[in-house]
């Protein structure tokens, strides 16, 4: 079919590009927020805008808050569904888990609910879940989204299609996709080390353009390649559920054996017993991390099989100086008090797979590299864009297939600008829907969704210059709204809560006054773009259609 | 602070670095020098100033944070300085000139 490897790759990384492209970049530009997500998280919710907090006391607060915890309903819905009998009112607690890091203003809790009677499944559990505010144990109310944390970083791993985990499936074969789209695009490109620094912005726009897919791509190579791979590594066991299928039994026996030796209860003794004092454990597990030269803080608690006679307390220190999310766990004995065993360093590939996941989720406190990391995203997304305007440059003329390249180029449009005017409507629609709104955080969703369906809409409507061989009016009148919304999004901040940027500015308080700060660069930028689109464009009718210098995009920052 | 300062000097060894490795190759030297030559030797040079550069920055970040923060810092780094390299070629090539050393003898 081709005559040679570079062809066939070519080939490959085209259509593989393209068809994956859409989804690539909004994994990578969701992606890419998360990075700030617990910023994006205080930015939305105002009556969280307080100092990140320690683990509180677990006697003062925490085992108040544990108990409020109930099992999700959409979850407790479909166990229903797999169980023989009716469920219990009240389910037994397996355990609960807080959670934190050096970002954390709120903490975050959880309990897993055993679920009885069920044939296939003797392990069978879900979940509950409250955000409380450590100071004081209050409960955070559930309608008021965290738009970082909980919308913006799940829609990058996970689409938000929970149905059967086929988001986790769609994002996984397109990290895949991504690997190989590297792969290819490193073999067909033919200066690979000669042109490493090479942009060239005076020349046509389909050299300029293919030069910045290069930049972005070869010189980010190494960050793209770890996160497409380490995204892969992290939800692999949901792509090979081995363990829960095929190797179910040796799994479990595995688990088993593993419990006993390290000499913790593998289930509940079912025998009611008092629970010892947590906060004492917790001063034990300081001091041992003193004693080993690693002074540190709890990042992760789990106490599990609460109130029975085989509790045990897991605690686990803050990764804030470890690329790994939390040190090695030291469990105690919850009723008795006593240490059971101490976590080893993890093997090898224990390590590897710890190093792996902490880079992609980051959770250590290093803000310069988490700048970094947002570069890094922001040039895989600049990549995937202009590999979309190099893919529409070079067949523009084409006349047969320019239905098809209207369609592309609306596609185009929807994820690059489209997809910004959404993301800012959600923070729009936050600061104006009232928080005792029912359901604010369903609204906001709702929001979003319209928003970006209309844009997408916009982007079909408007792409008929395309077919004219010119640059679909959606690209302006786009940019024209992401600047007026962020713009609009940053005056909304100041009104409804009185944190003006020079306020956030003037107490140093950088998770609002950062991000208030990103979106005014980022209405800067769209209007700069939209101004040289418009003068491109008055260029483009003042010369006719025909006209072969008006018929590209923009050089941006040319006018 | 001196971990600020320790950061910054990071990305001055880090653009040190890739200015270097940049002007070893042909294509940047010409949008330098013209048509002068570049010669082998002076090939040689500038990628081991590039490679002693990027190594002193390593040195730095290690100094700085724990080995597996400081490996991810120097990449990423690395990643950043040298797409700042290759805008400042594309807009300002000339602000590179001083690090070709041309008036040194290093072309006998």
Redesign the interface.
């Given at each position: 079919m081709f005559s040679s490897l570079r062809q066939s790759m070519t080939w490959v990384h085209t259509w593989l590009g393209l068809v994956f492209g859409f989804l690539l970049m909004v994994i990578f530009f969701f992606g890419t927020l998360s990075v700030f997500d617990r910023e994006i998280d205080r930015w939305a919710l105002p009556e969280t805008r307080f100092e990140p907090q320690l683990i509180p006391s677990y006697e003062g607060i925490l085992a108040k808050a544990f108990q409020r915890i109930e099992p999700d309903p959409e979850e407790l819905a479909a166990a229903n569904k797999r169980t023989t009998g009716e469920l219990p009112d009240k389910l037994r607690i397996l355990n609960w888990g807080a959670y934190t890091t050096h970002r954390d203003p709120t903490l975050y809790l959880y309990a897993e609910f055993a679920i009885p009677n069920n044939p296939s499944d003797p392990f069978d559990h879900v979940h509950g879940y409250i955000t409380i505010d450590p100071r004081d144990g209050r409960v955070i109310p559930k309608n008021r989204l965290e738009i970082g944390s909980d919308f913006f970083y799940p829609l990058h791993y996970s689409l938000h299609l929970h149905w059967n985990s086929v988001g986790y499936f769609i994002v996984g074969l397109s990290a895949l996709i991504m690997l190989v789209a590297l792969v290819s695009g490193v073999i067909i490109h033919r200066k690979l080390f000669r042109e490493f620094f090479t942009f060239r912005p005076k020349k046509k726009l389909q050299r300029k353009v293919l030069d910045l897919h290069d930049l972005t791509g070869v010189v980010a190579l190494p960050f793209h390649f770890f996160f497409a791979l380490s995204g892969l590594i992290i939800f692999a066991y949901i792509y090979l559920p081995v363990s829960e299928t095929v190797l179910q039994e040796p799994a479990l026996k595995h688990a088993q054996a593993e419990a006993e030796a390290k000499g913790l209860p593998f289930a509940p003794a079912d025998i009611p017993a008092p629970m010892g004092s947590v906060d004492t454990m917790i001063s034990q597990a300081k001091q041992i991390w003193r004693e080993r030269g690693q002074p540190g803080e709890v990042g992760y608690l789990v106490v599990n099989y609460p109130g029975d006679s085989n509790a045990y307390v897991s605690i686990y220190r803050a990764g804030n100086d470890t690329v790994s999310l939390v040190g090695q766990g030291i469990h105690f004995n919850a009723v008795s008090g006593e240490l059971i065993y101490q976590e080893p360093a993890p093997s090898v590939v224990g390590g590897i797979n710890e190093f792996l996941t902490g880079l992609h989720l980051q959770h250590f406190e290093h803000w310069l590299l988490r700048w970094l990391y947002m570069i890094g995203g922001l040039a895989g997304c600049v990549c995937i864009a202009t590999g979309f305007i190099f893919f529409l440059e070079k067949r523009k003329r084409d006349l047969e297939s320019r239905l098809a390249l209207r369609c592309v180029d609306a596609l185009a449009v929807s994820t690059i600008t489209g997809m910004l005017l959404a993301t800012i409507s959600i923070l729009v629609a936050n600061r104006l829907l009232p928080p005792e709104l029912v359901d604010k955080d369903v609204w906001e969703i709702r929001l979003f969704c319209g928003a970006w369906l209309l844009a997408m809409g916009h982007a079909f409507w408007r792409s008929a210059s395309m077919v004219k061989g010119g640059v679909s009016s959606a690209w302006q009148e786009q940019c024209w709204g992401i600047a007026a919304l962020s713009a609009l999004a940053v005056l909304l901040n100041w009104v409804t809560t009185g944190d003006h940027l020079l306020k956030t500015l003037r107490d140093g308080y950088w998770p609002v006054a950062g991000f208030d700060l990103v979106l005014l660069t980022v209405a800067f930028a769209a209007l700069k773009v939209a101004i040289v689109l418009r003068s491109r464009k008055a260029g483009f009718h003042s010369q006719g259609s025909s006209s072969e210098a008006s018929d590209e995009f923009p050089e941006i920052g040319a006018s | 602070m001196f971990n600020v300062v320790l950061?910054s000097l990071v990305f001055f060894f880090n653009y040190l670095g890739?200015s270097w490795?940049?002007i070893s190759?042909?294509?940047?030297w010409r949008q330098l020098h013209g048509e002068t030559e570049l010669r082998q030797r002076r090939i040689a040079i500038y990628r081991t100033l590039g490679g002693l550069a990027l190594t002193c920055s390593l040195i730095l970040c290690l100094w700085v944070?724990?080995p597996?923060?400081a490996f991810?810092?120097w990449?990423?780094?690395v990643?950043?300085t040298?797409?700042a390299?290759?805008?400042t070629?594309?807009?300002h090539a000339n602000w590179l000139k001083f690090l070709s050393g041309t008036r040194l003898p290093l072309d006998y």
């Open positions: - | 950061l890739m490795l940049a190759l042909k294509s940047h944070d724990n597996s923060i991810l810092v990449i990423m780094s990643t950043a040298a797409k390299v290759a805008f070629l594309s807009y």
